[in-house]
């Protein structure tokens, strides 16, 4: 295994090794990045249902119809198109759900990669109104990892594997640590400085593009504070008592560590060292901006850049380390059961740090003191290494835990009184039908076959054989630069800071192979200028029996006043997306479906006859952000961009009907939405 860890490592072997480096990630890295990534699509699934049917269904704001014959970009693709009701939608999303779990725990590994990368980028495309630089973020994950192995390390494919390659038929097999096969081999990819070079990408144009008057003089992190669709409680406390001299530290600052990052990834001196640091600087400042603001998924996903940065130092340091905090304990287990063998054996992959000793029940020399061989035969008995402290049933199943990385935090909760006596109870019963179950599995119960089989060790090669050889490599990293390239024309098209001199008319097939998944490299967060203005869609909706009410706000009352000094708006992503983009011109075709939406909003929220919407007025109701130091609020503004009335009030029509009485011009598509 290969662990460069200095400049002089690298210069040694020259631009190519140097290179190579560059482009090397860890096996760990990959497999701890697939598990934190697959939580993260399974929480940006679930953050999306409760809204579901405004967002996602032909009940809602945009129709399948709507998207797909009004599209909101010249290249639009999902697979959640074809799926129109509540329950296709939910079923749709389901199976969502399932690949991203077989994903999270590595099972089939490359096929869920490639499942990942066409379910997340249809998820984002199915509702552009709602896209942010999160969705952007998660799509160029999904597909530069899409080229990388995600499941070498940590993984059920991981473990199959394992299985497949190390056949221990005995007790006496468990005690050889040394042959069992850990993958820790480097992964080399193009793709893997694919991610690097994004990264810098995003930061490199993030930062040059902050060039407006507040950021140069140091203001804009007050905008930013005082944005309230933006800033989360916390952050509407702390705003209060920030004095102006940290303001401006924490602009500069903001600026100072996004151009940081930029020089340390691209640095090729002391490679693993700067990466370390990019990687702490990456982390901290998105935890930064996540604790006292709320950007969707947005600072989450880019933290995910912080675990693939980091090397093999860094995982041997924290093996170290955990070696020195987790105790040592001894299992003592019945070989005769198949069962029992078979989670021994899984135990031993499990224990990568060695920290559990292995070792049979029948041999009444190698128990502890005061234990029996009665006992031994019918009981799980876990020790310490001097044998003075003996564990049985549950709490030994609970030592066992705590000697493995993270398992305490089970281990806590199995030590509990209460739960302890039922987890007792559940061993024991368990432990009663161990033989029984051992047959139907055909593992064996009355001790192993005679004369024991001889171990059996596969090389790993012949267990995972290259896909086509050498050839399919080849292929992987042409896919992989055919990416690079056109991504790399998205980059010179979407901004402004790069030289006119290189500016070039984006090839249509180039174009193609970026948009259509979402790949887009516009980076401007907070740029030229943050923010500068807080507001909301506010709708006057007068019922049939003369209330007025907003069904934005759940048909209560209606409310043209923004938060107070000391609130925040309290809004989730989705619906500051919403809320900002429909009432914009560039998408006043789509009002259409929303004035659709109220006209039935009583029905599809199952409502009484009563509170049928008969007329309505739709309003943007907004202020500006006020000037740095000062603490009154600017008032509150209203602008009108969408009415309808029904005169003779008529029957609501179904809610496949579109209405007609509203007419907005024939748009242009409008531009890709900015990260």
Same mark, same amino acid.
């Given at each position: ?90 079923? @749709? ?93 480097? &992964? +080399? ?11 810098? +990408? ?104 912080? +675990? ?21 304990? &001894? ?61 049985? =049933? ?41 033989? =029984? ?47 690079? &390239? ?6 010179? @098209? ?17 174009? @193609? ?28 909706? +007068? ?29 989730t992503q989705f619906w500051y997306e919403f809320h900002d983009r429909i009432r914009r011109e560039v998408n006043a075709r789509y ?85």
């Amino acid at each position: 295994m290969s662990t460069p860890d200095s400049s002089s490592s690298a210069a040694s072997r020259g631009l190519v090794g140097i290179l190579r480096e560059f482009a090397t990630a860890d096996p760990r890295s990959l497999g701890l990045f697939r598990i934190i990534f697959g939580v993260f699509l399974l929480v940006d699934l679930y953050r999306r249902l409760p809204d579901y049917i405004f967002f996602y269904t032909n009940e809602g704001m945009l129709p399948n119809h709507g998207a797909l014959f009004r599209p909101m970009s010249a290249h639009l693709f999902s697979i959640y198109h074809p799926f129109s009701t509540r329950g296709e939608v939910l079923f @749709a999303f389901a199976l969502t759900a399932l690949v991203y779990l077989a994903y999270l725990v590595g099972y089939q590994t490359r096929l869920c990669q490639g499942l990942v990368l066409l379910l997340v980028t249809s998820l984002h495309s199915r509702n552009i109104l709602l896209e942010n630089g999160g969705d952007v973020v998660a799509n160029l994950l999904a597909l530069w990892t899409f080229f990388l192995p995600l499941g070498r390390r940590f993984s059920v494919d991981a473990l199959l594997a394992s299985f497949r390659q190390e056949q221990e038929h005995g007790p006496g097999d468990l005690q050889d640590r040394e042959r069992l096969f850990v993958d820790r081999r480097p &992964v +080399v990819s193009l793709a893997f400085a694919a991610i690097v070079l994004n990264l810098v +990408v995003i930061y490199y144009f993030n930062t040059v593009h902050k060039d407006g008057l507040p950021w140069r003089e140091g203001s804009s992190v007050h905008y930013v504070l005082w944005t309230d669709r933006l800033v989360n409680p916390l952050g509407v406390w702390l705003r209060q008592w920030i004095p102006p001299f940290c303001i401006q530290v924490m602009t500069m600052g903001t600026l100072v560590i996004e151009s940081s990052i930029v020089l340390l990834l691209l640095s090729p001196f002391f490679l693993r060292s700067c990466r370390r640091v990019a990687a702490f600087l990456v982390i901290a400042l998105h935890c930064g901006f996540q604790t006292v603001g709320h950007y969707g998924l947005f600072s989450f996903v880019m933290m995910l850049h912080g +675990v693939l940065l980091l090397g093999p130092e860094d995982w041997d340091a924290l093996a170290r380390r955990m070696r020195q905090r987790l105790p040592r304990r &001894v299992l003592y287990y019945d070989s005769s059961c198949g069962v029992c063998h078979l989670l021994a054996r899984f135990l031993r992959r499990l224990d990568h740090l060695g920290q559990i000793q292995i070792r049979r029940n029948d041999n009444s020399g190698e128990l502890p003191p005061g234990v029996t061989g009665d006992e031994a035969r019918h009981t799980l008995l876990v020790t310490d290494p001097s044998g003075a402290r003996i564990w049985r =049933r549950a709490g030994a199943v609970a030592q066992i835990l705590r000697a493995l990385p993270y398992g305490i935090y089970l281990a806590r909760w199995m030590e509990l009184p209460g739960l302890r006596l039922l987890l007792d109870a559940a061993y024991d019963t368990l432990a009663a039908q161990r033989h =029984r179950v051992s047959e139907f599995l055909g593992l064996g119960a009355c001790g192993w076959p005679r004369p024991l089989l001889e171990r059996k060790v596969v090389p790993p090669e012949a267990l995972r054989p290259p896909l086509l050889g050498p050839w399919g490599v080849y292929a992987r990293e042409g896919l992989v630069l055919m990416c690079i &390239v056109a991504l790399g024309s998205q980059v010179i @098209a979407e901004n402004r800071k790069v030289p006119r001199a290189i500016k070039f008319p984006q090839p249509p097939v180039l174009a @193609a192979i970026a948009q259509y998944p979402r790949f887009f490299q516009g980076w401007s967060m907070f740029a030229p200028i943050p923010p500068n203005d807080d507001g909301k869609v506010v709708v006057d909706a +007068v019922t049939v029996d003369g209330r007025h009410i907003d069904p934005l706000a759940g048909g209560g009352p209606v409310d043209f006043e923004l938060p107070p000094l000391g609130e925040s708006m309290l809004m989730t992503q989705f619906w500051y997306e919403f809320h900002d983009r429909i009432r914009r011109e560039v998408n006043a075709r789509y009002r259409e479906y929303f004035q659709r939406w109220l006209m039935n909003w009583h029905l599809i929220e199952g409502r009484p006859a009563n509170d049928r919407i008969v007329s309505f007025k739709v309003h943007w109701v907004w202020r500006p952000t006020q000037p740095p130091y000062e603490r009154r609020r600017e008032p509150t503004r209203q602008a009108l961009f969408m009415e309808w009335s029904d005169p003779d009030k008529p029957p609501a029509p179904p809610a496949s009907a579109l209405p007609r009485s509203l007419r907005f011009p024939q748009l242009p598509a409008p531009p890709m939405p900015s990260p």
